[in-house]
């Protein structure tokens, strides 16, 4: 408070009295501003003004009196304070006056004690504001936390809840009374392993702020999902009082986004079609003819085992010779044949394994996985699109397996490989590079084509975004490739050249002591 530019009003008659104390005022605070009133009339003016800081009166007027004063003060400005200076003033008055809400008084032959009782008066009043400020600020906050949609949740340091809000108590089923007291095991799934729990008490017991998933059990049994971030709560001297957590259910929007994937998988099955019936029918068509090839093969066998049987005339000597000749090139070609069917096969065999694998949706728990094999996966299911008009070159290097969704990293190389590959007009290059440094191991994808223009690649991983013509793309390729990559902890990136092609690089963590759920 800026003391040099106070507003007091000041009730008093007498004007001998009234000069001595603003005097007395004025030696402390010389541009204060005083405003001397003797009736109710003007005194009830005078509070009309909103700026005055302290009041001061005298106890006895000739039509008005302090107590009077007071009580009217105390009802149109409360916090205000009130400071009889008066003659005489005895001790049960004195009394009569604090129970009625006076802040202090003063006797006008001791104004000695009059700029001390000011300070005090004034600090005590600022002392209080800044408290009901306090208070107003976090009336507000609580209102805000129980209106949340948030769940917000708060427990002791053993993990004990002791506060909830009304968003914890909607998703979870319970009423803040079973929840207070409990402790938060009351919500466990069963789903996650106890490394994801230790590892989530470890962080936020060292002081660190913990952020993840959830898949935890409503009253009813039914499971949710929960993005959450929880925090340790300290006190001045730095020591873990409480955690805090805030988390926002997820269950709808995870249903979504799984239902996105699973969509864009079919999408991406639909424009890989007709190059998969391609692919099935060129290895079917090569069997049959090796197989046409076999059946002339034994045909012909049958023609000259009668021969060697010498159920033949005159020059069966010849024929015989002749015909284990014929037998031998037949015997020296069939294994060839064999062999261009069964490779066929193993072809086909090989296409359908990649579809069934590629279009269930991913559920299984996440697993060490050869990052090769998936890449592998992806080039057989995106081949009919690659081999027309790309040379496909592999650049790997010895990598560690990685913790993951193996199906929905395929679907990611997938898209990254069909994409490159529609980039590409007419002969070009693809190239997959993998190599690993001490925490990551990464996979880019490079191919010669077009390029994208520097507008369009701060655009490229959103959901909808597509330079496709209608009809050709959905735009959530690259959205949901970005989704699985950060859900798996890692992080994919782009650098392009307009008719320089583009890199997307994916970079996956080797450790992973959180792994999302």
Known sequence: MDTTLLHFIHLEDDLDDAECIED???????????????????????????????????????????????SIARRTCPEIPFIFVTGTLGEEMAIETMKNGATDYVLKNRLSRL?????????EQEELCKHKSLELTISKLMLAIQQSPLSIIMTGVDGAIEFVNSGMTKVTGYTAGELIGRNMRLLKSGLAKPEFYR?????ITAGKVWEGEFCNKHKNGALYYEKAVIAPVKDSSGEIINYVGVKENITESRRIKEELLQNEKMALLGVLAAGIAHEINSPMAFISSNVVTLLKYSDRLLEYIPLLEGRVANDGQVLES???????????????????AREGIERVKSIIRNLKSFSYADTKELQLADLHEIIESAINISWSELKVKVTLTRDFSRIEPVLCHPQQLNQVFINLLVNAAQSIDKNGEITIHTWTDSDAVFVSVRDTGCGIPPENRKHIFEAFFTTKAVGKGTGLGLSISNEIIKKHGGDISVESKVGAGSTFTVKLPLNQANPVQ
């Open 115 to 123: 700029i001390p009782a000011i300070t005090r008066a004034l600090r």
């Open 199 to 203: 590892e989530l008490w470890e962080t």
């Open 322 to 340: 002749r015909a284990s000749l014929r037998i031998d090139t037949i015997l020296t070609d069939m294994p060839e044949a064999l062999k261009d």
């Open 24 to 70: 007395c005022l004025r030696n402390q605070w010389a541009d204060c501003k005083i405003i001397r009133v003797q009736t109710e009339a003007e005194f009830t003016h005078a509070l009309q003004q909103k700026d005055t800081e302290l009041i001061l009166s005298d106890y006895s007027l000739p039509t008005f009196n302090g107590l009077a004063a007071l």
